[in-house]
T-cell receptor, first 113, second 115 residues
């Protein structure tokens, strides 16, 4: 897996956009970037993934820089229920770790009223 | 469409007993993964299975742990002769197809407590 680096924690006011950064400078050309989150004591939840184009779904937007060395997950209108640990993962496209998600420390996002 | 189901949600075992954790993947999903989260630690991959096959068990402890995903029925993670260090949350995930194996959908987990 490409190494990813995320800030350990971030705060956001309710109703504002939450922008969570991730560095993945060693990512290879065919490795996607995936985002998951884990709300306290629940199972992780898939959010979104992308390769090189920006992506948007009902949960979030993913902005990937042109050189693919970093990305930003955007929650456009954060709510208290978005308080969670957010993980940026760039799994190995076809090596020995095929199918395996490697969860790092992630970013603890706290949304304040 | 029901999500990934795991049972039991909570399981208490005495040291030396066996623990059996069950996982029913989402309908139409044929890839199953098990992860473990020790207290105050991150999620760790354990095993990846397809129907009747173990694809990758590199994260499984060498002894006492086994997993299966039979042709019919749920996937089972079995822990024999449990020890206190096995106390953790065990999460199962499933994915739909070969081209989407990293788009994994997780169950609510089974919390195992060994006394």
């Amino acid at each position: 897996d490409a190494k990813t680096t995320q800030p350990p924690s971030m705060d956001c006011a309710e109703g504002r956009a939450a922008n969570l950064p991730c560095n993945h400078s060693t990512i290879s050309g065919n490795e996607y970037v995936y985002w998951y989150r884990q709300i306290h004591s629940q199972g992780p939840q898939y959010i979104i993934h992308g390769l090189k184009n920006n992506e948007t779904n009902e949960m979030a937007s993913l902005i990937i820089t042109e050189d693919r060395k970093s990305s930003t997950l955007i929650l456009p209108h954060a709510t208290l229920r978005d308080t969670a640990v957010y993980y940026c993962i760039a799994p190995d496209a076809g090596g020995t770790s095929y199918g395996k998600l490697t969860f790092g420390q992630g970013t603890i996002l706290t949304v304040h009223p | 469409n029901a999500g990934v189901m795991q049972n039991p949600r909570h399981l208490v075992r005495r040291r030396g007993q066996e623990a059996r954790l069950r996982c029913s993947p989402m309908k139409g999903h044929s890839h199953v993964y098990w992860y473990r989260q020790l207290p105050e630690e991150g999620l760790k991959f354990m095993v990846y299975l397809q129907k009747e096959n173990i694809i990758d068990e590199s994260g499984m402890p060498k002894e006492r742990f086994s997993a299966e995903f039979p042709k019919e029925g749920p996937s089972i993670l079995r822990i024999q002769q449990v020890v206190r260090g096995d106390s953790a949350a065990y999460f199962c995930a499933s994915s739909e197809r070969q081209g989407a194996i990293y788009e994994q959908y997780f169950g609510p987990g089974t919390r195992l407590t060994v006394t």
